[in-house]
């Protein structure tokens, strides 16, 4: 009971510990992106937005903040696709090789991101498409693909078995079926994963390095201006960001709790 | 004659080496309750799957309303089909659950809201229509999913084991809903169970199946009362099965000779003497006296337990040499009997009430 209860509290103070090694820097990037001081230290000096006042009027950061948007909406859209249409298979039917075919789709996360940016890079100009902002897309969209095939299949193995069949015994033709009934199980998982791939795909720098050219996104920006000198607009950036993936990953979670939500609700009713 | 609405026409269905049915002819009528029984494993959810196209078969020839079933695929076929999951769609209300099969036929929207409330209704689900599926008990998502098979107005409707997910008291009012419904639409009901209670209280016939193949069809008490053979005696529960060798045999009387005892069996088949034969016993048919009766078919035993279900009470007795009897009694007639000390009780039945079997 006791050893129950210290167990229970240091847990707790475990959880707690490990939050604050996430958030801290965060936070202090927070906090000096408005401190009117140029270097980082404490005493803080005044409160000031003039950080964010230089990286709003600087064109690059938008040009940086646009490609990433674009890079970012377009990997959500075609790796859900893709991981839904991969998870379906899956789930769906059964093939020689299956264990291959899903080892092959899985393998993107496991490869070392600095060596995938280097074979991406290589062989985007060998087949001279390096450079373009649809290669970049290319590569977060192999890149994230798996996290939504994740993703959605454990969401399919939650739907009744006889699904399928129950609608096709209504008089739903596969086409219909996939329309009517698996796509709209799947939706709070499909929107879950394009949440999440965009959030990847906005945050990841490594591959963006290296592929992006001319067309920069906003880590490779912000590697930029870092370089050689130390400038709070970073902090302003950092903030920018980190607030997009939060808002992202925030998304995908909420749409759970208030579908569960809903539900308890109307049960409490009966 | 025009043909049976349903007609399965030496159906065979092989998993790989496994055969799943054994060459089944069944013909099922217009408006007909039909139950499908069987232990699990026996084939009777593959034959269900076969109706709505889940799975086509390997040979022979399915016809429905005189049409070639087997390459039909299950959306153009209309099977519906009640699941023992139900398998609602999680996503929808009550009501969207319902008028699932006219929107995939294309009706509008005011005359799928009317028919889908018009059954919701019927089925005493009307308040309930705008209600996620998740918020209903069992007995409510029974009925949106019967509603949801028969807004289309099949001609058949298929239902597999609906009912072994619900409360006892539950099952007994879905049965008397369901035998009603039946009977309004005069549709053919086509009702999977394991369960024999209800294939007995609601089926007009009952086809019993073993290992694939159909051991018995008929009328609840023809399969109750006149068992084809073994398998049919001893799934139907609640027998005694008496193996003895015949004695004689004369026209409307068997002597058969078993080892607790020589019985009279009244049957039309004469078996050769000498020849092994089996007869069967209904608990419900034997008597039970304190002292020797004066009947032809008499055994003492003594009573080694009781089983204890309502008004009706089940006692398991063994003859002197070790044979097992089953009697089933009233409770009230019980308590005129003195059981605690009565060393040996005497049970005897009259020849009619025992049947021959004729199978193996």
């Known amino acids: 009971m006791t050893l129950d209860r210290a167990l229970t509290w240091f847990l707790r103070a475990w959880v707690g510990v490990v939050f604050a090694f996430v958030f801290t820097p965060i936070i202090f990037s927070l906090i000096f992106s408005f401190n009117s001081q140029r270097f980082p230290t404490i005493p803080l000096g005044e409160f000031s937005t003039q950080w964010y006042e230089t990286i709003l009027a600087d064109p690059d950061v938008w040009q940086a903040a646009i490609t990433s948007i674009t890079v970012a909406v377009c990997t959500a859209v075609l790796a859900t696709f893709l991981g839904f249409c991969t998870a379906y298979s899956d789930y769906r039917y059964n093939f020689r090789f299956k264990g291959a075919y899903l080892a092959l789709i899985l393998l993107p996360p496991t490869i070392p991101l600095i060596i995938m940016a280097l074979a991406m890079l290589a062989w985007f100009s060998r087949i001279g498409a390096s450079g373009e902002v649809w290669s970049i897309i290319a590569a977060h969209t192999v890149l994230t693909a798996p996290f939504a095939m994740a993703i959605i299949r454990l969401r399919l193995n939650q739907m009744d078995e006889n699904l399928e069949a129950a609608a096709w ?87 759970f709790i208030a579908r569960a939500a809903r539900g308890m609700k109307q049960g409490a009713e009966t | 004659m025009s043909e049976p609405l349903l007609v399965f026409d030496n159906v065979v269905k092989r998993f790989g080496d496994f055969v799943a049915v054994k060459r089944m002819n069944l013909e099922i009528g217009k408006g007909e309750f039909v139950a499908i029984m069987g232990p699990s494993g026996c084939g009777k959810t593959t034959t269900l799957r076969m109706l709505a196209g889940l799975e086509s078969p390997s040979e022979g020839e ?272 019980l308590a005129t009997l003195d059981l605690k000390s009565a060393n040996a009780l005497w049970l005897s039945w009259p020849a009619a009430s025992a049947h021959l079997l004729t199978g193996s």
């Open chain 2, 62 to 333: 399915i016809r429905l309303a005189g049409r070639v079933m087997n390459d039909v695929k299950p959306h153009e076929r209309d099977t519906p089909m009640v699941w023992q999951s139900l398998a609602l769609f999680p996503f929808l209300n009550a009501r969207e659950n319902v008028e699932f099969g006219l929107r995939m036929r294309g009706f509008d929207a005011a005359t799928r809201r009317g028919k889908a409330l018009g059954w919701l209704d019927r089925l005493g689900m009307s308040e309930f229509a705008e209600r996620d599926i998740s918020t209903l008990s069992g007995g409510q998502k029974q009925r949106v999913a019967l509603a949801r098979s028969l807004v289309t107005e099949p001609q058949i409707l298929l239902l597999d084991e609906p009912l072994s997910a619900l409360d006892a008291h539950l099952v007994i009012r879905m049965q008397s809903v369901l035998t009603n419904l039946q009977r309004e639409l005069g549709i053919t009901f086509v009702y999977v169970t394991h369960s024999q209670s209800e294939a007995f209280a609601m089926a007009d016939r009952v086809v019993i199946m073993s290992k694939g193949e159909v051991a018995q069809v008929g009328q609840p008490k023809d399969i109750y009362r006149a068992p084809a053979n073994r398998f049919v005696a001893e799934f139907v529960g609640r027998n005694n099965i008496i193996t003895g060798k015949v004695k004689s045999a004369s026209k409307g009387k068997t002597v058969i000779e078993a080892a607790s005892g020589t019985f009279a069996v009244t049957a039309d088949t004469l078996p050769k003497t000498g020849a092994e034969a089996t007869f069967v016993i209904s608990a419900d048919l034997v008597r039970l006296t304190a002292s020797k009766p004066k009947a032809e078919n008499a055994v003492q035993a003594k009573l080694i337990s009781e089983e204890f279900i309502g008004s009706v009470v089940t006692l398991f007795l063994e003859s002197a040499d070790g044979t097992e009897f089953k009697v089933q009694v009233q409770e009230r007639e």
């Open chain 1, 169 to 255: 015994n209504l008089g739903a033709s596969e086409w219909a079926t996939m329309r009517h009934v698996v796509l709209p199980f799947c939706k709070p998982a499909i929107i879950s994963a394009a949440c999440l791939c965009a959030a990847v795909s906005f945050d990841e720098f490594a591959i963006a390095w290296f592929v992006s050219g001319l067309n920069k996104t906003v880590p490779v920006v912000i590697l930029e201006i870092v370089t050689g000198n130390i400038d709070p607009q970073v902090n302003a950036i950092g903030t920018f960001v980190f607030l997009t993936s939060m808002t992202l990953v925030v998304a995908a979670q909420l749409l």
